[in-house]
């Protein structure tokens, strides 16, 4: 029986009341669920940089703890979560299902849609969900200090929190652009005892080079992370955490989708769509995979990415081998990509412009298992600011995409008049973006779709690979 029968919910004041599906936290999963497991087709190796073959353990291990390398090549289908990381999980997990029943009033849509609201955590978004366990397997491998790069903020702050509950240091390249637009996400970030600065930066080579160059260079994800791979390879004690793309992330970040998945089962629902906006793929990753296990084993339900129009990795990349930062240091990996010198405009959505997309991600998509959207800022803001007012929760710019996506598919259920069920990821709340919310507020916003020849451009300098 779905909720949308339940004798027992009664309108109050003549409005639905919002449903909260709540799970106890020893209902909270005990194992990540690993996709690589249940793939129909295998992964291309990452390559290394130095000699195009596929990189080695010991490559990985200059910036990486051992078990972060295994996790990242396991076929394991369920891999254990530490008991140590458990704890410190259960500080806010499991996170809420709520089926947003305002929403669907206010669009007049049969549509039942539901959202996980990975808000609750300590930075405001999902990706504490993957700092603890990489800070944790860091520190049990012998690593005191780590060093990262952060966008919009939110991943240099779920590490300093990370860092903090294992008495480890932290350094964090923030790019300029946001160092100089998010004063309170720097001192989030300091507030946890680590350090932050702006990329580029003079403490490393690839900083010095950039700023050579370009003195006022605005910096970008894929400099940042050049300067933090860069330190992070050249000191003994400190290695290098990245809060997305990577197998092990979208790993850690199934217990979104293995949650939602309980909590559908609870009120007797399973989503026909399930939504997430991709960044780096982690968010969205995370709560697809054990649906996607579903519709591998035949089942039919869709995911679907939703991406900004500024930065269409997913809907007009190429499926290639490429670096995942500007100095060309980190390993060579088959997805979707604009180039890795590609730089994007300066939109809102700061943690949605990154120039690749998970090899998981991307190859669902190559594979048909998977289908993704771009959305442009209008229709983004448009859809956030409905989602404050029927839910009152402020989403975060980036969780808006998949906000916009949700509404465009609920809008077409009521022309055809069918139901469905929409499960969709809201990975943060938006109250460190109130720039953005008041720039679209005054009309400052602008819609923007990268120009064709400037992407054919920056995917005129992929790296030639023989397989
Ligand atoms: C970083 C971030 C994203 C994008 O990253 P993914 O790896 O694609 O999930 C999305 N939403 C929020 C709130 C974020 O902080």
Redesign the pocket.
Known sequence: MTTAQDPRRKPFNGREVSERITLEPREMPTSWYNIQADLPFDLAPPLSPATGKPVTFEEMAAIFPPPLIEQEMSRERYVPIPERVLDILSLWRPTPLIRARNLEKALGTPARIYYKFEGVSPAG???PNTAVPQAYFNKISGISRMTTETG?G??GSSLAFACKQFDMTCRVYMVKVSFTQKPYRRTFIRLFGAEVVASPSTLTQSGRDILSRNPDSPGSLGIAISEAVEEAASRSDTNYGL??VLNHVILHQSVIGLEAKKQMEKVGDYPDYVIG????????GGLAVPFVKDRIEGKKVEAIAAEPASCPTLTRGRYAFDYGDTARLTPIMQMYTLGHDFVPPAVHAG??RYHGAAPIVSALLHHGLIGAEAVLQSAIFEAAVLFAHTEAIIP?P??AHAIAAVVKKARELKEEGRSAAILFSL??HGHFDMAAYEAYLNGTLEDYTYPEAAIAESLGNLPAVSL
Request: proline residues 0%.
């Open positions: 978004s999902h990706k919009a939110q991943w809060g997305s906006c991709h960044g780096g793929g982690s968010n969205f943690g949605l975060a980036e969780s990975s943060g």
